[in-house]
Nanobody, 118 residues
């Protein structure tokens, strides 16, 4: 089992920045992908950014050029630096991890709220 704990959400004005952090514990050697998803009210959960152990980060089109994913294998952590935030970035942000060979993300954090005021 893997446990994911997020931190860093909050309220920010449009154009501002936030940094989300996620720390993994437990069976960390079972993890391949780690990254972030988000869910706005009334919307489906969507991918924000993910990274495999040995690959490049993959970003949703809506956040390219504004968000940067940092994954530290040695610390079992993944951070999301969010700049130039927009009102449409508002939502619950979830850290997620996918085990080797899994077809879907099988570990999730509890979520952290990001609210961007316009």
């Amino acid at each position: 089992q893997v446990q994911l704990v997020e931190s860093g959400g909050g309220l920010v004005q449009a154009g501002g920045s936030l940094r989300l952090s996620c720390a993994a514990s437990g069976d960390i050697f079972s993890i391949n992908d780690m990254g972030w998803f988000r869910q706005a009210p009334g919307m489906q959960r969507e991918l924000v950014a993910i990274k495999t152990i040995d690959g490049y980060p993959v970003y949703a089109d809506a956040v390219k050029g504004r968000f940067t994913l940092y994954r530290d294998i040695t610390k079992n952590a993944v951070d999301l630096q969010m700049n130039s935030l927009k009102a449409e970035d508002t939502g619950a942000y979830y850290c997620a991890a996918r085990s080797w060979g899994a077809s879907r993300y099988d570990y999730w954090g509890q979520g952290t709220q990001v609210t961007v005021s316009s």
